[in-house]
């Protein structure tokens, strides 16, 4: 069995959802559960429709409203002409965004938005090409079943950002998707949407979608999860940043978990936590080049000193200076309570005798975090930093790699650095302005020279 999740760029249209019905066509024998994006774009427009209601702007959120129904059947449409069920799925269009307009009207009245009410409306955009998805594959000939996503993925009641259950998901999916897939049926549903134990809708994050494939692909012990986007798999750098950027065709877990969570956008970082503990193998392919190599991430990548750069700006730098913190017990601890106490992730960390500095990419709460820190001494804030990741199996097996990463910046002032306690990742703090000449320095240091 294998799990086979298209982002929406992958179904973003007719022509997109033709290719995945051919890719999957390639691929029955090893039976397959597909997991799917909504339409390129949706859940933006979905998000759109609910603040703009909720902010009085009901014309312009009945607007796109009616811009995504004429979309998702003009699809359906196009994908199931002649098809037996063309009229019950265009139904349910319909009637899923006359709803979506009912609850426009609610949020008007009401004048503001719950998490609740948020999940409830961007789960529209997966429930939905699900199902058209589904039907498309039963024109094609192929026996193919859409799945509420919402039967499987149980959650709990943390609404934007569920955490899932993951005992749950096992047994829903062991009852649900498991049977389908020994009748020889193609399970087809949506990711990022999940439920509650009382069936409330529930969504898994930005991201999730690749979220789901992973917890599936656990659940029903896959041996293999792939997943399906726009671009050839991961890359050394960013392509959008550095256009001579390479394909990596092999990754290790930890390698591209921490390029995850420093930028590279290919796999969302919590991706990759349910396939490590379960040892399943995560591909990246290219759903317009399905004969491309992709990128694997197995256990037994080569160990290199840099597999890759990443880099992510608009950070926000916190320092904190106080004599009280020398030789001090605990003074850390209580230090990191004020980020835990007001939900902030911390992402990079320099401690020295009597300072300690981070960044954040959260800064919803940064007035309070500034005022609680102020307690321990003094607190300064740089908000225009940037945040560089030169991440390697092999990096500290290779001291010179580092001294070769510091020599690559040349004159740009680095306010950080910090090799992570693994030795895969150094990690240096420059301004927001510098993170684009700071990787394109280390990206021909590393790669474009030897190439």
């Known amino acids: 069995m294998i799990v086979c999740k298209f982002g929406g760029t992958s179904v973003a249209d007719a022509a997109a959802i033709g ?5 999957i066509a390639a691929k029955l024998d090893r039976q397959p559960v597909v997991v799917v994006s909504a339409l390129g774009g949706a859940t933006n427009q979905l998000l759109d429709v609910a603040h703009k209601a909720s902010q009085g702007e009901l014309l312009a959120a009945v607007q ?5 129904r004429e979309r998702h059947l003009r699809e359906a449409a196009a994908l199931l002409s002649g098809a037996p069920d063309a009229d019950e799925v265009a139904h349910e269009i319909g009637v899923t965004f006359d709803e979506l307009a009912h609850l426009a009207e609610a949020f008007r009245t009401l004048g503001y938005l719950t998490p609740r009410s948020l999940d409830t409306v961007a789960a529209i955009g997966e429930l939905l090409s699900s199902q058209i998805v589904a039907a498309a594959f039963r024109h094609r000939g192929f026996a193919a079943d859409f799945v509420d996503a919402r039967d499987v993925v149980r959650t709990n009641d ?19 998707l498991v049977p389908l897939i020994q009748q020889g049926r193609i399970p087809v549903m949506g990711g990022f949407v999940g439920a509650t134990a009382s069936r409330v809708t529930t969504t898994l994050g930005r991201g999730g979608s690749d979220f789901s494939a992973s917890l599936i692909g656990a659940a029903i012990d896959a041996e293999a999860i792939e997943i399906w986007t726009d671009v050839d798999g991961m890359l050394t750098a960013d392509p959008r940043v550095i256009p001579a950027a390479q394909l990596i065709e092999r990754i290790s877990f930890e390698e591209a978990a921490e390029l995850a969570a420093f930028g590279a956008k290919v796999l969302h970082p919590a991706t990759i936590a349910p396939a490590v503990q379960r040892g399943i193998p995560v591909y990246v392919f290219n759903s317009r080049r399905p004969e491309g190599k992709g990128t694997m991430t197995p256990f037994d990548a080569p160990r290199l000193p840099v597999r890759a750069i990443a880099g992510k700006r608009s ?10 913190m020398l030789l001090a017990p605990g003074f850390l601890r209580r230090v990191f309570e004020v980020f835990e106490r007001h939900r902030t992730s911390v992402d990079v960390v320099t401690t020295s005798e009597v ?3 981070v960044t954040l990419d ?6 309070a975090i500034l005022q609680d820190l102020a307690e321990f001494g ?16 092999g990096l500290a097996d290779v001291s010179a790699a580092l001294a070769q990463a510091m020599a690559a910046l040349g004159p740009i002032k680095v306010h950080m650095a910090s090799l992570s306690a693994t030795g895969i990742n150094f990690t240096l703090v420059v301004d927001d302005e510098q993170v684009v000449p700071a990787m394109q320095r280390l990206h021909a240091t590393f790669f474009e020279v030897q190439a």
């Not at 259950?165 to 047994?171: L, S, T, W």
């Open 362 to 367: 959260d800064t919803h709460n940064l007035a």
């Open 158 to 176: 943390f609404f934007t950002k569920a955490e899932p259950d993951v005992d749950g998901i096992a047994q829903a999916a062991q009852q649900v």
């Open 64 to 68: 796109i409203i009616e811009q995504l």
């Open 315 to 324: 950070a926000t730098m916190v320092k904190l200076r106080s004599s009280r």
């Open 355 to 357: 300072s300690v500095s």
């Open 378 to 393: 003094d607190v300064s804030v740089e908000r225009r930093s940037g945040v560089l990741a030169v991440v390697g199996a």
């Open 19 to 23: 290719r995945v019905i051919d890719i």
